[in-house]
């Protein structure tokens, strides 16, 4: 679909302050990298991936969407009374419920006219969020709208994480 009234005005990210490199993870699993004849670049090598980024064991993926978040909306140059919707497309959550989305409309400080919901569809919702907010904006229905995502890979006892990506 191509859109005739939809722009991308702002953009952010917040990386997590902790990185261990493929290398460094390598060089703990040589014992088990040389018993199986790898090659000694085997995971960078077969995924791609130089580095990791992790956050610190309490911070929720909604902390790190926010922080994102509040870059964003500083990027575009509104305020944030003329969100009409915000979109969670994170894989991880804080919890069950309440939404991702419903913890970040918080933190931001949105007005109750703003809608907010999550996406799940793994790695592309954050696509898929895109798509229905330029859809929204396309019919009239908001003028602004904000597609956010937390994602952590630390596992706590009673909170849903998974991987990193933010």
């Not at 610190?56 to 305020?79: F, K, V």
């Not at 969670?88 to 931001?108: F, K, M, Q, W």
Request: charged residues 20%; proline residues 4%; aromatic residues 4%.
């Amino acid at each position: 679909m191509e859109f005739q009234n939809v722009s991308i005005i702002g953009l952010a990210h917040a990386d997590a302050p902790h990185r261990i490199t493929s290398a460094e993870l390598e060089r703990q699993l040589s014992p088990i990298i040389k018993r199986i004849h790898a090659r000694p670049d085997i995971i960078q090598s077969l995924t791609g991936i130089v580095a990791r980024r992790f956050w610190e064991p309490n911070r929720q993926p909604s902390e790190a969407a926010t922080m994102a978040a509040e870059e964003a909306i500083l990027n575009a140059g509104i305020d944030r009374s003329q969100l009409g919707i915000l979109l969670n497309t994170s894989v991880c959550r804080d919890y069950i419920e309440p939404s991702v989305a419903c913890l970040v409309h918080g933190n931001l400080g949105l007005s109750p006219e703003c809608m907010n919901f999550d996406v799940g569809n793994a790695c592309l919702a954050f696509l898929n969020g895109m798509e229905i907010i330029g859809n929204m904006i396309e019919r009239g229905q908001v003028d602004y709208g904000i597609v956010v995502d937390g994602e952590g890979s630390r596992f706590e006892i009673g909170r849903a994480s998974c991987r990193e990506r933010v």
